[in-house]
């Protein structure tokens, strides 16, 4: 059964920390992603990995880093957090096998900075 | 600018009777579309996907009508029911396979009323 989990449901920091999100899949993925989900705006793409050790960002990189030292963890970094990075944030993998593009998804992060 | 677009913020429906959602696009270059659904607290799932060569894909209640000419796609769901309540979000891909990530509309909020 496909899965992606994600290391916090809730998480609340303070203006000006450093933030990790962890995601690990289970499924071998070659792709991963991280997204924030925002009302009225959607499901944005902040940055994404095809391997080990590569990153490319996505339509929202600024304020953000990635980090993938092994294939099934995939890590989101804010290396200073700031309130308007208060958002839902996604982790998604995707293997490319099959006729279907589609993402699997973590259950997300609540992420609030004060 | 914004490539997919769902106008509909949120759309209530009777249980029972047929909810449709609606999408349009303007990237042409987009060669799949799919549909997810998100409840409250969790992350997305895959409902549904269409590829642009055909112009209908079946699965159960759900169907997705695609219109390339019009570059429009909708969401039927028939007949509607109370667990079908969530947020539905259209995705679209162009690069062969999601492996650059999806691009999401901002989602439909859809509320089935008993």
């Known amino acids: 059964d496909v899965k992606v989990t994600q290391s916090s449901r809730y998480l609340v920091k303070r203006t000006g920390e450093k933030v990790f999100l962890e995601c690990v899949q289970d499924?071998?993925?070659?792709?991963m992603f991280w997204y924030r989900q925002d009302p009225g705006l959607g499901l944005r793409l902040i940055y994404f990995?095809?391997?080990?050790?590569?990153?490319e960002k996505g339509d929202i990189p600024e304020g953000y880093s990635v980090s993938r030292e092994k294939k099934e963890r995939f890590s989101l970094i804010l290396e200073s957090a700031s309130t308007n990075q208060t958002s839902m944030y996604l982790c998604a993998s995707f293997g490319g096998a099959g006729t279907y593009n589609e993402q699997f998804f973590g259950p997300g992060t609540r992420l609030t900075v004060l | 600018d914004q490539q997919v677009k769902q106008n509909s913020p949120s759309l209530s429906v009777q249980e029972g009777r047929i909810s449709i959602l609606n999408c349009d696009y303007t990237?042409?270059?987009?060669?799949?579309f799919l549909w997810y659904k998100k409840y409250p607290a969790e992350g997305p799932t895959f409902l549904i996907s269409i590829s642009s060569i055909k112009d209908k894909n079946e699965d159960g209640r759900f169907t997705v009508f695609l219109n390339k000419s019009a570059k429009h796609l909708s969401l039927h769901i028939v007949p509607s029911q109370p667990g079908d309540s969530a947020v539905y979000f259209c995705a679209a891909d162009n690069s062969g396979g999601g492996a650059d990530g999806l691009t999401f509309g901002k989602g439909t909020h859809l509320i089935i009323q008993p």
């Open positions: 990237n042409s270059m987009f060669d799949y």
């Open positions: 990995s095809y391997d080990v050790k590569m990153k």
């Open positions: 499924m071998d993925h070659e792709n």
